[in-house]
Nanobody, 122 residues
Framework: QVPLVDTGGGLVEAGGSLRLSCAAS????????MAWFRQAPGKEREFVAA????????LYADSVKGRFTISKVSAENTAYLHMNSLQPEDTGVYYC???????????????WGQGTQVTVSS
């Protein structure tokens, strides 16, 4: 298990942008999948985006397609979530996660970051 540290959250106005980072303390192998989930108060954890580390294949939730982009810098063992056109409904705690399947199912991911708060004001 490679610990993950997710950072970059904050308070932003609607229409603004943020970039989240997920840094792994060790090497992320090409077969791994890195993903972002979010959880709003009183709601279940929701899939946002995922990327296959080696080939870069991505998967997005419909709610963020065209606004969010997941990317990676392999040499830094870091994944990013670039969030544009943020809306109040994007508010929540964002978690990065590591798994082996490119999937939107939270239970398929074994390692999680501590979470970073994103708040979008209207």
């Amino acid at each position: 298990q490679v610990p993950l540290v997710d950072t970059g959250g904050g308070l932003v106005e609607a229409g603004g942008s943020l970039r989240l980072s997920c840094a792994a303390s060790g090497r992320i192998y090409s077969s791994a999948v890195m993903a972002w989930f979010r959880q709003a108060p009183g709601k279940e954890r929701e899939f946002v985006a995922a990327i296959r580390w080696g080939v870069g294949r991505t998967l997005y939730a419909d709610s963020v397609k065209g606004r969010f982009t997941i990317s990676k810098v392999s040499a830094e063992n870091t994944a990013y979530l670039h969030m544009n056109s943020l809306q109040p409904e994007d508010t929540g705690v964002y978690y990065c996660a590591r798994g082996v399947d490119l999937t939107s199912v939270p239970s398929e991911y074994r390692t999680w970051g501590q979470g970073t708060q994103v708040t979008v004001s209207s």
